[in-house]
DNA sequence: GTCTATAGGAAGATAGAC
DNA sequence: GTCTATCTTCCTATAGAC
């Protein structure tokens, strides 16, 4: 691996564990066990490293959140959102920073702003079908309130989590997933509400 | 004022502003047109100053959750949660910075970590009694996701709101109000779903 | 591309006079 | 209680040799 990507893979994982405004270059580099200078042949500044790795975040959530057409089981749902959890655990420093990295950094909050807009995008498209389908019995003011906590609680399920347990537990992914599932369950019919309950005892 | 007092204010203030990182004593001492000195004879460091006001948002949330007996109404749930909110929004910083303050100082950790069980107990009391006059109709298993669902949205709604607008809008508590008590709606009876519609188009 | 050395600056905190 | 002056430390970033 090129030291630039070396760079980029290990500020990720400093930034997930400790914060970013926690990490100074020089830490980065003490432990990939290279020079000062040379992290800055390869980056400009600190907050170019953010960008460049906020790109990469843009990029994959992006792509997930392309797809959500057809996605009407339970099942479905719970699979997609499961990936919708791990690249949020990925790339969790930015979740945990949301509020400071936008103040902070106005092109970050406006592409921030365009994933979360996607989110609800997408909520909103699967939340339509199942309506069309008649699975699901809400009104349009029902939805709409739903699909915004749907994205609220995706967004910060994480974080919350972390308040309870210091370290992030194994099943907090899943537990995020039962927990977003379980706003949509109650306009669901019987049978869908107990598909959601075997998920339940099968993952957590 | 004291001057104790009025460092603390003014801190209270930048923090919910700029976010606790980014404000220096330096700023702090100027804003209030003292010298650093001074401060520093008042609070011995920066976290002394921040325990401090932690101990104030811990009193007055504290106090909040201790009285939702016999909370049944959707006007008084309303109403109660407005209150937390504004408290809220009163110690934003607080809830903008969680993940970092409770690394940072594990007392703190401790201290949020008991007022968010406060608030599922004070969430689970309402639910329950709810439940026990009839209002509400679900399991075990659903009011338990309901009541981590609530806390959650309580908890982080102000965040996620500040992400599409750059500054806190008026209505943006209102709303808040009303994204948590759409969380209960599905489990109530139509004359109370009624009600909420009809406290939506007054307030929002 | 990588290193060493260091500039330049900001922030937290203290000493001592008034 | 309040001020001025200053220390120390830490961090970002650059210069210049290899």
Redesign the interface.
Known sequence: MKTRERILYKSLELFNE??E??VTTLLISDELEISPGNLYYHFKSKSDILINLFAWYENEMGALLEVPDGILDIEDQWFFLHLIFETIAKYRFIY?????L???HESI?VR??RI?KKKQHASLKILKSLKKEERLN?TD??IE??C??IV??A???L??S???D?QLPDDSLARGV??VI??V???LGKEQRDQL?EL?TAYL
């Open positions: 400790l914060g405004p926690n945990n920073d949301v509020v400071h936008i103040k902070q909050r921030f702003n979360v809400a003011d029902e309130a739903l915004e906590n609220q609680t967004t910060f399920w974080s919350y972390v308040l309870s210091a039962y927990q379980s706003l369950a109650p306009f309950n339940k």
